[in-house]
């Protein structure tokens, strides 16, 4: 990295090039200068823009270069000279020695040197005592040599044993044998970068000079939109149901009564979820007057009298609540559409999947939007049970990456058994929860006239948790922040994570 060098240094660089006859090292000038070399860089580039005024060749160099152990060595001695130095003519226990920042080291090599010798036998423990009356530190005199840039006067041994030491490295130094050019001149006259309408008409650009075209310069990357992670993760999510043999349902009707919505489920007309502040709902159209007569009178019955080994809820049932229009707060919806049409003809196995938006009335927040994107798996089989509902989950999840999974019991007015799908959340270092799943029950499929031994068994999650485990995005302001257009931040909206 270069600096822009000013004015100044660039003339001055320009005044000691015409001194010589053959050129000046970078490296030299920085330092007569004393300013930093990468500030004579920028003036080397600075000029370089400006055509053939210098001619500038890059040159690489080899040197040694202390370290900073091996500063602090050539100051105050060679950690076994230190310790040599640290012995009194009595002795020093060993323990004591140890203590020394230098000891440890110092100590192994002073025993190498043959400076010092230990009685291991003496009354207060090991002893240290010294073997020679005075030494020749050789380590700090060659790091010396270094330091004073007489690296010469060491043999290539030598010095691979301090570099082995970590008191030396050699260090490669990059500078500019800088020279002059073609067009060169100590006078800097701006370049023109644009040949201006006002130049053709009056004639200047015949004495003007302009900077020349570099052609082989990238261009300036157009505006254009991105895949927003959630898109990806959408398409990823497609391409693995499709490959599990699942056929998509059609979601295109965001608009639902409350029959499909939530009575067609054994969802009770007075349950939470169908309140105000939970739902949105329509005031044009307000109401939906098309519904099979016979699979409306039975859902009626299953909730106000019971059915099918089943009390019900006991309560009584209007049909003006399930007429009621609604932006649909879940793609289970379409599932029981899907479902009531497959019990309608002659009963084969299917497996179904959707990807679509939802909506809820929330309060709009830092983890919560008025939309968002939810993912749905139904089966239907004879004889399907919990096992191959989280069997299946572990083969979905696996082919996207995500191996890690949790099931936790849990309570849906639609399924039972019911579980908790949770994953382990890297970014986060925790659990998050990612999905719910179930057993459809029999209030529910046999209204629709579904074979007895008929299970159903499904899922449903949200694309935006998946899409953070995956991408290790810990909240939603990182996975708004990622590149995206207008109409892809629209049409990908975050609602219901944890941030």
């Avoid at 600075?46 to 500038?56: C, E, F, K, P, Y």
């Avoid at 100051?75 to 009194?88: K, M, W, Y």
């Avoid at 053709?200 to 991105?226: I, L, Q, R, T």
Wanted: proline share 4%.
């Amino acid at each position: 990295n270069w600096v822009m060098a000013d004015t100044g240094v660039v003339e001055t660089l320009l005044r000691l090039i015409e001194k010589v006859d053959d050129g000046v090292d970078s490296l030299e000038v920085a330092a007569s200068l004393g300013v930093d070399h990468q500030v004579i860089v920028g003036a080397v580039k600075s000029l370089q823009a400006l055509g053939d005024i210098i001619s500038a060749e890059l040159r690489s160099s080899k040197h040694w270069e202390l370290t900073e152990e091996g500063t602090e060595i050539a100051e105050q001695g060679s950690h076994e000279a230190r310790v040599f130095s640290s012995i009194p003519l009595e002795g020093l226990a060993q323990s004591e020695l140890m203590k020394l920042s230098f000891g440890k080291i110092g100590f192994s090599k002073a025993m190498s040197n043959k400076w010092i010798r230990v009685d291991k036998s003496h009354e207060g423990g090991p002893r240290i005592f010294k073997t020679v009356e005075s030494i020749d530190d050789q380590v700090r005199e060659k790091l010396l040599l270094v330091k004073k840039a007489n690296t010469a006067q060491l043999e290539e041994k030598e010095k691979n044993e301090l570099k082995k030491r970590k008191l030396l490295s050699e260090v490669t130094v990059k500078s500019y044998w800088i020279s002059k050019g073609i067009s060169f001149s100590t006078t800097i006259t701006k370049q023109e970068t644009e040949l201006t309408p006002e130049m053709v008409a009056n004639g200047s650009w015949k004495e003007k000079k302009f900077k020349p075209y570099n052609f082989e310069a990238m261009g300036v990357a157009p505006d254009c939109g991105h895949l927003h992670p959630l898109m990806k993760v959408r398409t990823q999510f497609r391409q693995i149901f499709l490959e599990m043999g699942f056929t998509e349902m059609p979601t295109n009707n965001f608009i639902e009564s409350s029959f499909w919505n939530f009575d067609s489920l054994f969802q009770p007309q007075q349950h939470p979820a169908r309140d105000q502040h939970d739902t949105f709902f329509l005031s044009d159209p307000a109401l939906a007057h098309e519904f099979p007569q016979d699979y409306l009178e039975r859902v009626k019955k299953v909730h106000s009298e019971g059915g099918f080994g089943s009390q019900g809820y006991k309560y009584d049932w209007k049909i003006e609540e399930a007429q009621k229009n609604i932006l649909r707060t879940h793609t289970t919806a379409v599932s029981a559409r899907m479902l009531y049409k497959l019990a309608q003809q002659k009963f084969t196995p299917v497996k179904y999947f959707s990807i679509d938006r939802v909506f809820r009335n929330e309060t709009l927040d830092a983890t919560h939007l008025a939309e968002f994107h939810q993912i749905e798996g139904v089966v239907a089989d004879y004889g399907l049970t919990l096992g191959d509902l989280m069997g299946i989950l572990h083969q979905f999840f696996t082919k996207l990456g995500i191996t890690k999974l949790r099931f936790k019991p849990a309570y849906n007015p639609y399924t039972e058994p019911s579980m908790e799908v949770f994953s382990y959340h890297e970014g986060l270092k925790k659990w998050v929860e990612v999905g719910n799943s179930g057993v459809f029950r029999p209030e529910m499929l046999l209204p629709m006239g579904l074979p007895e031994d008929v299970s159903v068994i499904a899922w449903g999650l949200s694309l935006e948790r998946p899409t953070m485990i995956k991408y290790g995005i810990n909240n939603i302001r990182e996975l708004v922040g990622h590149k995206v257009n207008l109409q892809m931040v629209y049409d990908s909206p975050i609602c219901r994570l944890e941030s």
